[in-house]
């Protein structure tokens, strides 16, 4: 069963940094470009971070670059999401997903509609 478990998520002021990890089970992991995406109330979600199965390529939405930094470890089966100089346009819920490829804009071509609860960002000016 494909499991997708969030977490890192916070309270923060403009400028600072959060750390938020998706921990993945019941597939293999390292098959599988991987992408985080933000929710926010009354808005489509938003693809801001996409990363390669195993080469290190990343891609990230234009309102993100130099701010946030996505990586995965294949060993641990984790995605994580560095998130440093936040502002208050970051505020959301974060939730992560697998899939096929990236699109430059940094959204992850979807694979499938599995996905986990989501974290709760929410950045104070």
């Known amino acids: 069963q494909v499991q997708l478990v969030e977490s890192g998520g916070g309270s923060v002021q403009a400028g600072g940094s959060l750390r938020l990890s998706c921990a993945a089970s019941?597939?293999?992991?390292?098959?599988?470009?991987m992408g985080w995406f933000r929710q926010t109330p009354g808005n489509e979600r938003e693809g801001v971070a996409c990363?390669?199965?195993?080469?290190?390529?990343?891609y990230y939405a234009d309102s993100v670059k130099g701010r946030l930094t996505i990586s995965r470890d294949n060993a641990k089966n984790t995605l994580y999401l560095q998130m440093d100089s936040l502002k208050p346009e970051d505020s959301g819920l974060y939730y992560c997903?697998?899939?096929?490829?990236?699109?430059?804009?940094?959204?992850?071509?979807?694979?499938?509609?599995?996905r986990g609860q989501g974290t709760q960002v929410t950045v104070s000016s």
């Open positions: 997903a697998r899939g096929t490829g990236c699109y430059p804009s940094g959204r992850l071509i979807t694979y499938d509609t599995y």
């Open positions: 019941g597939y293999s992991f390292s098959n599988y470009y």
């Open positions: 990363i390669a199965r195993s080469d290190g390529r990343t």
